[in-house]
């Protein structure tokens, strides 16, 4: 069975072996180093400057010198890159577990925010890196680029990895910061590479008002049609297993679906051509508002945790891989004629980089706030600045789409791509490590203890609450808001437009949806049938 799968990699080009021996003995070695970053990552938990992204870099970093070594500069990984290994098999659990544990009530009540930030803050950013690009990179001898390339150069840093500064931020002590920096994250993520696609079906060389037009338009259906494709999907498992409630019989079952047709949600969106980590997403946040409620409590648990493992196996999996890919020594020979001019690229995308994150942030942020009443709803400047910070860091979302861009099966043969892709990687290491590192120290100067209590979300009637952004059940509901007197729905939109979609949201949920889906308090009492705990309280 091992040796089969080992076989399948092996045809896939996965592994850098020949031979199922040796490709059984590389996975071993890569087993053993994600346990080694697991335990390293426990020891240095408390650790403000290093966080688990970051162990696992500096130990993919320290194999590849010693891969270096025994192989005489010959190689410095054990695994070769591929695109479909990222994005068949890494992607997915992480994109998925993102939706499927996202706090819905600070995600959706930020929601205008956070797409704020996450679409046009993305494209914002996309068309000042592009530019920047153009101008500056067109000038130098870096090989034969044209305008797809440097266009393509913009989608790819455009993609942020906040990883590093969720793990220093928690969601109950600044709700707020949390789900701006985690939503804007995942529809950034999403963002670039719809971006990334779109730009790869037109003839860049030649840009009129048309083709702007029609890969705008291209970029909207993209973006729609992927959202749409994820809630049918996570809607249909959640009616498969209220209608045939599966688990009466077997709870391996209900999970197993579960599991499988999260996968199909994105497998489907690929073989469309649409956005896989778009849908995967939203079928995650719909799974957990229908799906999980229509399983039985040991499915719950399951799941929830099943979900989370896979997810953090997956960026441990990648990090480790990045540090190892760092010193491949193909791409390094082939920019080895320039060091000074790849040390220099590298240098213009940080900075590039950098202005196009505040080309966004505060200025958003300022618009924003103009549409906030109360001041625990605004974003301070130095959330702004928190929020800023996060999203200066390049991870594998950039690292698989240079390598989509400038390389064939992880090899490129140009020296133009070698550059770019050596340059993707010196500014994904670069902003790992030294924006990494900084980050806990920076966020506890930033927030202190002290204000990290204070609630960051408004106080606002009940009523205005969906049930996706409460705990409490349909009639419970239906009492508190018998008791407010809302106003207008004209009044209510203008002053609170997030609020009362929320609002009107929760009167077609407890009408239509819940009833026919299931869900929190609507999935029917039969023996041995799903029982509302609190296990999932504050979800």
Known sequence: MGLGVVSELVRLGVLSSTSDHASVVSINLFVALLCACIVLGHLLEENRWVNESITALIIGLCTG???????????????????????????????????FQVKKKQFFRNFMTITLFGAVGTMISFFTISLGAIAIFSRMNIGTLDVGDFLAIGAIFSATDSVCTLQVLHQDETPLLYSLVFGEGVVNDAT????????????????????????????????????????FTGLLSAYIIKKLYIGRHSTDREVALMMLMAYLSYMLAELLDLSGILTVFFCGIVMSHYTWHNVTESSRVTTKHAFATLSFIAEIFLFLYVGMDALDIEKWEFASDSPGKSIGISSILLGLVLVGRAAFVFPLSFLSNLTKKSPLEKITLRQQIVIWWAGLIRGAVSIALAYNKFTRSGHTQLRGNAIMITSTITVVLFSTMVFGMMTKPLIRLLLPASSNTVASEPSSPKSLHSPLLTSMQGSDLETASAQIVRPSSLRMLLSKPTHTVHYYWRKFDDALMRPMFGGRGFVPFSPGSPTEQSVHAGR
């Open 192 to 231: 670039s590479v719809v971006l990334f696609n779109a730009l790869q079906n037109f003839d860049l060389n030649h840009i009129d008002v048309a083709v702007v037009l029609k890969f705008l338009g291209n970029f909207c259906y993209l973006f729609l049609s992927s959202t749409l494709l994820g809630v």
């Open 65 to 99: 010198v010693v891969i270096l070594l025994t192989t005489k500069g010959k190689s410095s990984h054990i695994l070769v890159f591929s695109e479909d290994l990222f994005f068949i098999y890494l992607l997915p659990p992480i994109i998925f577990n993102a939706g």
